[in-house]
């Protein structure tokens, strides 16, 4: 069955920098657009970036524009998302997930989905 496998998350002050990874398994990576969510305490859960794999076209939501950046490499099935100048409002529980299918800003497309990694910015 398909796997999603998140690492690299932790507590870093803000201003700092952590790199997010997310092993995948069970499904052809390297034809799956997939995309980073985070979801902070009482907040929906939100698109942070996305990439296809068609070319890796890359998509960021504007709060993160300029200090994340995803990636991936498909000779190791894995998802990347550089995180630098992280802020107090990027404290969240960050989710790997893989699109079946339909329209890369829609959560509802997104099939499958890691258990998530908390990353936490202090002052």
């Known amino acids: 069955q398909v796997q999603l496998v998140e690492a690299g998350g932790g507590l870093v002050q803000a201003g700092g920098s952590l790199r997010l990874s997310c092993a995948a398994s069970g499904l052809t990576f390297s034809r799956t657009t997939m995309a980073w969510f985070r979801q902070a305490l009482g907040t929906e859960r939100e698109l942070v970036a996305a990439i296809s794999w068609i070319g890796g076209k890359t998509y960021y939501a504007d709060p993160v524009k300029g200090r994340f950046t995803i990636s991936r490499d498909n000779t190791k099935n894995t998802l990347y998302l550089q995180m630098n100048s992280l802020q107090l409002e990027d404290t969240a529980v960050y989710y790997c997930?893989?699109?079946?299918?339909?329209?890369?800003?829609?959560?509802?497309?997104?099939?499958?989905w890691g258990q998530g990694t908390q990353v936490t910015v202090s002052s």
């Open positions: 997930a893989a699109l079946a299918g339909g329209t890369f800003t829609r959560e509802r497309d997104y099939s499958y």
